[in-house]
């Protein structure tokens, strides 16, 4: 089953483009990941799908339900981290939480402490006291807190140290473990790599790729770097070979293809040292942005 289902999702700001035609199909389960540059419109699309915003056209459907017409019935399911969040600022921390929970129709009080003790979040500190970092905190425990289906985080691990975001990472696997279904919108390629299965690439409002994050990796470029005297970078100028630096005795490409082929080569030549990684996501998706 789908969970969420967009069709030519379409949001335009008057005159400019936030969204265009984005089609996407996330499944019951899967931890998707939504990837761009700033500006890119993974908010506009999230507002969208969420009915925060309207669409200029196309539709949103979400647990098999048109967005804008089942949009409050929609939203008690959905868990949402916005990419900026904005609070009262003299609240404390449980008041805050303890309002957001009064909004569904379930005892929160375990889940809040639970969540604040794995996110090492002080519930009885105020608001206007709090790092950049805890307000994110904060804003992850009210995404939760109500314990959804649904997750969808946008941006969620800006300010975050890099411990806490791996233990928010560990959070996050072990909701979609008990069966949430997660959307995970970022700028940060490895993040989404650690974490997802299939992942979206979003350019200049629109989708330009959908890929498994397995397939993408296994078949798709190898990252080779040689080190050795009088290489002479001419030598690969085969097709499949790409992002060719050459520098001192060091050579290193990009390959897709037979790597017999890359091998053939090697073997005419004295290396020093020799290494074959997969290369990152960072980089298998550079040439979508040059
Ligand atoms: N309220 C608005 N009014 C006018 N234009 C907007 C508005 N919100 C977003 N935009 C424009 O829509 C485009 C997509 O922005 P959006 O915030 O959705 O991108 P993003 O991928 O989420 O980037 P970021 O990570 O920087 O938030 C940008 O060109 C942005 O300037």
């Given at each position: 089953m789908n969970v969420i289902e967009l069709k030519d999702l379409t949001k335009y700001y008057g005159k400019a483009k936030g969204c265009k035609d984005v089609n996407l199909e996330v499944k019951e389960g899967e931890i998707f990941g939504f990837i761009g540059p700033n500006g890119a419109g993974k908010s506009t699309t999230i507002r969208t799908m969420l009915s925060l915003i309207y669409p200029t056209s196309g539709t949103a459907t979400i647990f098999g339900k048109d967005a804008i017409e089942f949009g409050s019935e929609i939203r008690k399911e959905i868990g949402y981290l916005p990419s900026e969040i904005f609070y009262?600022?003299?609240?404390k921390v449980i008041d805050l939480l303890n309002y957001s929970a009064s909004?569904?129709?379930?005892?929160c009080t375990q889940r809040i402490a639970e969540l604040a003790e794995i996110m090492e979040?002080?519930?009885?500190?105020r608001i206007q006291d709090l790092s950049y970092g805890n307000k994110k905190k904060v804003g992850i425990v009210q995404g939760l807190l109500h314990s959804p289906k649904l997750l969808i985080l946008d941006e969620?691990?800006?300010?975050?140290?890099p411990l806490m975001q791996q233990k928010f990472f560990k959070l996050i696997e072990q909701e979609n473990k008990n069966g949430v279904t997660v959307l995970f919108s970022s700028h940060i390629l490895s993040e989404v790599q650690q974490l997802c299965n299939r992942v979206a690439i979003i350019k200049d409002g629109e989708i330009i790729s959908i890929q498994d994050i397995k397939t993408l990796q296994k078949d798709s470029y190898k990252k080779f770097s040689i080190t050795g005297k009088n290489l002479n970078n001419g030598k690969f100028d085969i097709s499949g070979v790409s992002q060719l630096i050459q520098k001192d005795d060091h050579v290193s490409f990009f390959f897709k293809g037979d790597v017999n082929q890359i091998v053939k080569i090697m073997s005419t030549l004295k290396l020093k040292d020799i290494s074959i990684e997969e290369p990152t996501l960072e980089e298998i998706f550079m040439h979508y942005y040059e």
């Open positions: 009262y600022d003299k609240m909004f569904y129709d379930k005892d979040l002080d519930l009885n500190r969620p691990t800006t300010g975050l140290d």
